[in-house]
């Protein structure tokens, strides 16, 4: 996980779906789809000028696992309460970009990127099990 740096995002209007939790998802894994990459070049890859979800945390969550399944290379640039946190592939994740642990109540505006051309499909999970 890279921690990111703010100047190079561009601010716009968030537009995306908002996806709230209370204390515990109504499915688990919840999962949402879309189309990855973007016009933006950042240190995240290819991203959208707008996120594709807002994930609203109504309360702290001990535990939460955020994964996102794509082909290409995705990636996965959070920004949130505690900052902006690039999530890169790996052989590790299966070239998935996931990230797993605490998080505290608050807005995570969620970009889905590519390190390459292109604009596969993607699925997002967002689990409170742990593997």
């Not at 204390?23 to 973007?38: A, E, I």
């Not at 890859?45 to 794509?70: C, E, F, M, W």
């Not at 290409?72 to 642990?101: H, M, Q, R, W």
């Amino acid at each position: 996980m890279l921690a990111v740096g703010s100047p190079f995002l561009l601010s716009q209007p968030v537009t995306a779906e908002t996806l709230q939790i209370d204390s515990k998802l109504k499915t688990d894994p919840f999962t949402v789809t879309g189309q990855s990459g973007g016009k933006v070049s950042s240190n995240c890859g290819n991203i959208p000028a707008s996120p594709h979800h807002v994930l609203q945390l109504k309360k702290s969550l001990p535990y939460l696992r955020i994964t996102v399944d794509s082909e290409n290379k995705p990636t996965l640039l959070i920004d949130g309460p505690g900052g902006k946190f690039c999530v890169l592939p790996d052989a590790y994740s299966g070239s998935k970009p996931e990230i797993s642990g605490f998080f505290q109540e608050g807005k995570y505006n969620l970009y889905i990127g590519q390190l390459i051309s292109g604009n596969p499909d993607y699925t997002l999970f967002i689990s409170q099990q742990k593997k």
